[in-house]
């Protein structure tokens, strides 16, 4: 025994430190766990009594990047000066990072406990053992780096030639020869061409995963098994499963490595990896094109990327985005000829109003100017003339196209559900063959062999009654008039503005057609100048009249004379000089209006000034009705335009006199409440209403 354990270490006892790095050496290395244990019986051999054994950090890194509550009580025991020696196998087990090395010896020379593994006995309050221990930690961690260094490398340069294997997607499989090739279930390469193509032809993953669901097609989904075994299982379609098979570019024919990446971020004083990152393309580490046989093109891949970017309308606001229905054609393809923003399309409170194309501009960063604004109908039927003019010429060979797609969205339904039902056939089949090979006189597993029999029967009989269901549907379907359809194929301005056509087809067959829409308004000639950028290159300008609003109408232009002698003594000055300025009655030297100019005007006509102690009806304004009622202005004037609420108006642009006595009338409480019911967050507002003591609310 070493001169350096005296008999103090011994009455404190000592621990075992068991670890190893991984769960795969717990399971499969155990020659290493036995010499770690057999620690144990040596420190008892050496006298040290107690002896305790830690080991709770089996199966993790000593990187310094994962938890180690092993290790954690090892630092504790040493802190609480209860042990003298710390055994370990090598010194690589207590820690692969300097951090926790240096720390746990700097512990162990303040404790004065020794550290021992098969090299010898380490007093770290010993110079030469400290600066022992401190190599052997600063060598420790270089091993791991430099492991790890080699093992990437060598990742790396096998899958730049395309000779790493990993887990593939449903859809293809690694043959004798270490290459990627089809997957030979031919109901799994049928599913994956059969997404592939509803993707193209909806232009949404989200609309590919409720057909599926509607037309209860089931998706191949990877199931992990006992060890490295895979098992496929079949499922109901879900939006992650479809949008991984159009992402990921192996069905493009693609070798792909590296995709991802791992970041690092501290986490209070420890530091933390996350895997999974999404990288870009540019930054893939491997990309090995027509490395194998696609189910699309690379083109069509990168394609349908730029779909599911567009599709993405919270990202990237100033990218072209795809349609989302609505009543605006050039939705998320319209863009600010001033600022180069895209536009954000506003609808009106009521149904009856048109929508705006509107760019704000900075307005949302940092406070600054709306650019521009076009009424959208006008643009909209501007470009949609336009649109016509391009189609028409291949319009009736879409007619014929049209028809076909129906046809064949149907069959794609009926051999997805045939596939299903020949794999149930031959799990019937596979079931049935079990049954039979089990010895009669064991009843409780031919019992259960038969239930799983019969299971299997009914899951066949099952699909067949669905294909059944799907072919009687199929028959009963009218036929399509494809001379009607060619018919209406040559009048597309009918076919266009028909009320059967939803506008999110206009939408997407203006964006197939259409890049980009550039706006720009003409001052001068107030017009808007529309720029088409069509697919392929070709340019288009339109110009659109834009409509004069904002004016007093042009036969009411009354003179300040008039103004004063119809409302004069109605109402007080300051009122009548705000009427006037609106009605932009200017005065004869062309300034606006003024108290001070009403008055005198009104003096020299000799019209009284408004006395309120004459007794006249009580009126109230627009803005004490709405505060009253508990309504917006916009509110009130509606229920003016409907009757429902009398008021009258000396003239044009003159303030409103609405009685108050008719505010408890029951045509206005019920034109209130229907207000106050169309609003979304209408309960809270009934207990405002409960205060109007409206009919029908208590």
């Given amino acids: 025994m070493s001169a350096k354990v005296t008999p103090k270490h011994l009455e404190r006892g ?76 090598e010194a690589s087990r207590l820690a692969r990072n300097g951090r926790d090395w240096h720390h746990l010896i700097d512990l162990c020379a303040l404790a004065g406990t020794v550290v021992i593994d098969h090299d010898g006995v ?56 270490g290459c990627i090739e089809k ?208 189609v028409s010429p291949l319009a009736i060979q879409a007619a014929a196209n049209a028809t076909s797609q129906v046809t064949k969205a149907d069959d794609d339904a009926r051999k997805a559900l045939e596939k299903e039902c020949e794999e149930a056939r031959y799990e019937a089949s596979l079931a049935a063959r079990r049954h039979e090979a089990v010895d009669p006189d064991k009843r409780l597993v031919a019992k259960e062999l038969e239930a799983r029999w019969n299971s299997s029967l009914e899951r066949v009989a099952e699909l067949e009654q669905r294909i059944k269901e799907l072919d009687q549907k199929l028959s009963n379907r009218p036929d399509i008039d494809t001379d009607a359809l060619l018919e209406l194929s040559r009048d597309l301005h009918s076919t266009w503005n028909a009320p059967g056509v939803q506008p999110q087809t206009k939408q997407r067959l203006a964006h197939v057609l259409i890049r980009e829409v550039v706006i720009d308004v003409n001052e001068q000639s107030n017009e808007n100048v529309v720029i088409v950028h069509w697919h392929g290159g070709r340019h288009t300008e339109v110009r659109v009249a834009r409509v004069r609003t904002g004016r007093y109408p042009e036969d009411r232009h009354p003179s300040p004379v008039e103004v004063i002698r119809k409302l004069g003594g109605q109402w007080p000055d300051r009122q009548l000089a705000v009427t006037m300025n609106r009605m932009r009655c200017r005065s004869e030297d062309g300034q606006t209006w003024t108290v001070v100019r009403v008055r005198e005007l009104r003096e020299r006509l000799g019209i009284d000034e408004y006395d309120p102690d004459l007794p006249r009806e009580e009126t109230i304004s627009v803005d004490e009705t709405a505060r009253r009622l508990g309504i917006c202005n916009g509110s009130v004037h509606r229920l003016i335009r409907k009757g429902a609420l009398p008021a009258k108006q000396l003239m044009p642009s003159a303030p409103w006199q609405i009685p108050a006595a008719s505010l408890e009338s029951d045509e206005v409480q019920i034109g209130v409440r229907e207000i106050i019911e169309r609003r979304p967050n209408n309960f809270n507002k009934l207990q405002d209403v409960k205060t109007l003591k409206l009919p029908g609310i208590e």
């Fill in 14 to 89: 000592a621990v075992v430190y068991v670890r190893q790095s991984t769960l795969v050496q717990v399971i499969e290395h155990t020659e290493s766990q036995r010499l770690q244990y057999a620690l144990a019986e040596s420190a008892r051999t050496m006298g040290f009594t107690p002896v305790t054994i830690i080991d709770e950090d089996l199966g993790r890194s000593g990187s310094g990047l994962v938890e180690r509550p092993g290790f954690e009580k090892l630092v504790a025991t040493v802190c609480s000066d209860s042990i003298g020696a710390v055994f370990c196998i």
């Fill in 122 to 177: 380490y007093d770290p309050r010993v110079l030469n053992d400290r600066l022992l221990l401190g190599l052997k930690g600063t060598m420790s961690e270089y091993e791991l780096s430099l492991l790890r260094q080699r093992s990437f490398a060598a990742r790396q340069s096998k899958a730049l030639r395309g000779e790493l294997q990993f887990s593939l997607p449903p859809g293809y499989c690694w043959n004798e020869l």
């Fill in 183 to 390: 997957d030979p279930d031919e109901r799994i390469v049928a599913a994956v061409e059969l997404v592939l193509r509803k993707f193209r032809e909806l232009g949404s993953a989200r609309q590919v995963t409720l057909w599926a669901r509607d037309a209860d097609i089931k998706l191949p989904v990877y199931r992990q098994g006992r060890g490295a075994a895979r098992k496929i299982e079949w499922r109901s379609a879900a939006y992650h499963t479809v949008l991984k098979l159009i992402q990921h570019p192996i069905y493009a024919g693609a070798y792909v490595y590296g995709r991802t990446k791992m970041k690092t971020h501290v986490d209070g004083d420890r530091a933390r990896k996350t895997q999974g990152h999404i990288k870009g393309q540019d930054q893939w580490s491997v990309l090995l094109k027509d490395n194998h046989e696609g189910y699309i093109s690379w083109d069509e891949y990168e394609e349908h990327q730029k779909m599911l970017s567009e599709n993405a309308h919270m990202q990237k606001r100033t990218s072209r985005k795809s349609g989302r229905g609505g009543q605006a054609l050039l939705t998320g393809i319209i863009r600010c000829g001033r600022c180069g923003r895209m536009m954000r399309v506003f609808y009106g409170s009521q149904q009856a109003h048109p929508h705006r194309y509107i760019c704000r501009g900075g307005m949302d960063l940092n406070g600054g100017k709306q650019c521009i604004g076009a009424g959208g109908v006008r643009v909209d039927k501007a470009v949609a003339a336009q649109l016509i003019e391009a």
